[in-house]
């Protein structure tokens, strides 16, 4: 390791790294607009200058790489100097509209121009201006701030895997541009992010509030089965902005755009009272009235009559109350899985992501089966993109073909094409055959189809014949879609002995053999099934549970409740309360704990204390947060045999998959400008 001396304090410092790098690893400040960790070096800011010694002029730290014996100085006469004149010529075109600028108060430029700028300007020529750039729906531009660090671009490129933002011309005439497009990308409100000026700012967000406004909670996304890190800004009782917060094995320091802007669904086609059906109308009701309707409609209805059905964005603690609750009641037909998935019954690592997401970066091939990770989990896909870009990880794609942002071997369409690498027929199979740490991608749309437990059972085979699951590998990975599922999974919230799962349920209430059904937060499912059946809708919107349904009990959304979230790869995370919930409505296990109590059955629960520790007692992977268990190996799935229908993918539309972005006016602006212009709502993108 090469020895370097900043500043006269000598250190050791790992091989290849920059002379930034060293110098920040040996604890001093160093400037920077174009350098950022998780890009590609451009190098064009110079605000990253140091001395260097027998250098015959200040170099650019972030493109130099360490030298043994290297002496460095970051803050003589000569370094503050050099700075001081980057800083001037930075500012030379750079409007001075702080006021009116959204990036004010966390803006880099105007931050560094503080610390190491001049205190005036020589520069009396007019100021150049450059038109306005549309790049969608997302991103506002004022160009004329920019400063051609190019992160946006090296973003786009590196990262998002759309090759749709660039440099054009030299010099002055120099200008970021998409050539009038939308950026095309899940992943495009980052390029805010890394924007050290105020180029780039949020269009749904822009002139909103000033960030010293906002009161700041950490908390998680719920908007798809990854449990991205997030911060999520409010003023009053107003969500304003969701911003990613870093956690290196999850989402690193990105989210994707509805993570980020479908929050004013937040407020859109809330619930915020009870409601009961009366001559046919939904009409407001109080609480008092709406538990007596439900207490009627459960009159004289044994166990067996009665089911409930949890949704995608649902927390533990509520799944566990409304199970408790219908336990109370004598019933066992409960399901968690909205889309019918045949998973849940086997061990923990049937039906999770095995290999974790930071472990995709140590896989050395890929198979992806009827999935489409850029719409189900896009920061699972821009980790699989991580992988690929550093090379020699073959992916393989079994399903529709689509834009995944990198390239794969297709395989093929329908489950034949996995039938033959079970046997070892495909011509991929040499290449799961010579690979160390193989991994599989199953998608959950694949697990919803009629023969879902022989597809699983297949995908088991596959992974075992292969060498995917080993002591101290296991490349079997389940992609979920719902945030709910795996905490779901994980309580059991699934049909007891002789119950009913959701086709059952369904089928019951054709037959008017289940006369009572509780939605929790459930919109996914076929509403217009449930025949006669007296229907229960707790939940946050108005979607179509809410329609159909005889009661309403308005619950909390995810940014209005302590909840206990558990992500595809079976990490326990902790959501937290940022605003109280509108109106009347309350958390959703609170409701419950209210509504046994009236019923004679109260749950064994006073607090959410008390509840998260029979959450522990149900399973004890409750007990560790931010962890990841092995999941147990052992057999499931049935064997038996597979139709010859293609995949299908689930999602036919990125930006509308839950009642929250489909009440989001900027996610129907997305939907308007990527998916319905483009007619890209098959599931496919590009």
Not at 220 to 235: E, K, L, P, Y
Not at 374 to 395: C, D, Q, S, T, Y
Not at 427 to 455: H, N, T, W, Y
Not at 511 to 533: F, H, R, S, T, Y
Request: proline share 5%; net charge negative.
């Amino acid at each position: 390791m090469p020895k370097i001396t900043v500043d006269g304090v000598e250190i050791e410092v790992p091989a290849g790294v920059t002379v930034l790098q060293a110098c920040e690893m040996a604890g001093k400040e160093v400037p920077r607009f174009c350098y950022h960790d998780r890009l590609s070096i451009a190098g064009n800011c110079r605000m990253c200058l140091v001395e260097m010694e027998k250098a015959p002029k200040p170099i650019a730290s972030c493109a130099m790489p360490v030298g043994d014996g290297m002496v460095i100085r970051t803050d003589s006469e000569k370094v503050k100097k050099a700075r001081k004149g980057v800083m001037e010529f930075l500012l030379i075109n750079h409007p001075l509209d702080c006021p009116i600028c959204d990036q004010g108060g966390e803006c880099d430029l105007q931050d560094q121009a503080m610390a190491y700028g001049f205190d005036r300007s020589r520069y009396e020529e007019n100021k150049r201006s450059v038109p306005e750039k549309y790049m969608g729906p997302l991103i506002k531009t004022i160009m004329t701030r920019c400063i051609h660090c190019t992160r946006c671009v090296r973003f786009s490129t590196e990262i998002g895997g759309v090759e749709q933002m660039g440099l054009l011309n030299r010099g002055e005439n120099a200008e970021i541009t998409s050539l009038e497009q939308a950026v095309n990308s899940e992943l495009s409100g980052n390029v805010v992010d890394v924007c050290p000026v105020g180029a780039l700012t949020s269009r749904p967000y822009a002139f909103h509030a000033r960030p010293w406004e906002l009161r700041k909670t950490q908390s998680v996304d719920v908007m798809d089965a990854v449990g991205s890190n997030i911060r999520v800004d409010v003023r009053g009782r107003e969500v304003l902005r969701v911003l990613p917060r870093l956690h290196e094995g999850i989402n690193e320091e990105w989210i994707h755009d509805k993570t980020r802007h479908a929050i004013d669904g937040l407020k859109r086609r809330r619930l915020d009272r009870p409601y009961v059906r009366r001559d046919g109308k939904l009409q407001p009701a109080t609480w008092d009235e709406a538990f007596d309707a439900i207490i009627e409609g459960f009159k004289g209805l044994g166990g067996d009559e009665l089911a409930a059905i949890a949704g995608d964005l649902c927390d533990v603690e509520s799944m566990l109350a409304l199970k408790d609750f219908m336990s109370g009641l004598g019933s066992t037909n409960i399901d968690c899985r909205q889309d019918g998935a045949k998973i849940g019954n086997g061990p923990r690592g049937s039906y999770i992501f095995n290999t974790s997401i930071a472990g995709i970066e140590e896989a050395d091939a890929c198979l992806i089966v009827g999935s489409n990770p850029r719409w189900e989990a896009a920061m699972v896909n821009a980790r699989i993109r991580k992988r690929f870009l550093k090379g020699r990880f073959p992916i393989g794609l079994i399903g529709p073909e689509v834009d995944l942002t990198y390239d794969y071997a297709h395989l093929g369409e329908d489950p034949s094409a996995l039938a033959a690498l079970a046997k070892g027929k495909s011509d991929f199979a040499k290449v799961l055959d010579q690979a160390e740490r193989p991994m599989i991608v199953l998608g959950s749309g694949v697990l919803a189809r009629a023969d879902g437990d022989a597809l699983l059972a297949l995908a088991r085979e596959v992974a075992e014949r292969y060498g995917m699951v080993s002591d101290n590998w296991n490349g079997f990975n389940v992609l979920q879609r719902a945030a709910s599922r795996v905490g779901g999974l994980d309580i059991g919230f699934l049909p007891g002995e002789g119950g009913r799962d959701l086709a059952g349920i369904l089928a019951g209430c054709k037959a008017g053999d289940v006369k009572a059904v509780w939605l929790l937060g459930a919109d996914e499912i076929p509403a217009n099934q449930l025949g006669n059946a007296f229907v229960v809708y707790q939940g946050h919107h108005g979607d179509a549970g809410a329609h159909r349904a005889d009661v309403i009990l308005p619950g909390a959304a995810y940014t209005e409740k302590n909840g206990t979230y558990v992500n595809t790869e079976g990490r326990v995370q902790l959501g937290r309360l940022t605003v109280f919930p509108p109106g009347q409505a309350r958390e959703d296990w609170t409701i419950l704990r209210a509504l046994s109590e009236r019923l004679g059955e109260p749950l064994p629960y006073d607090n959410l204390g008390q509840l998260r520790q029979r959450m522990i007692e149900v399973n004890s992977v409750f007990g560790s947060l931010d962890q990841i268990a092995p999941g147990a190996w052992g057999v499931f799935g049935k064997a038996g045999t597979v139709n010859k229908e293609p995949f299908s993918l689930p999602i036919e539309n990125f930006y509308m998959t839950d009642p929250i972005s489909r009440s989001s006016e900027t996610m129907a602006a997305c939907s308007e400008a990527f998916v319905w212009k483009t007619g890209e709502a098959t599931g496919t993108h590009g």
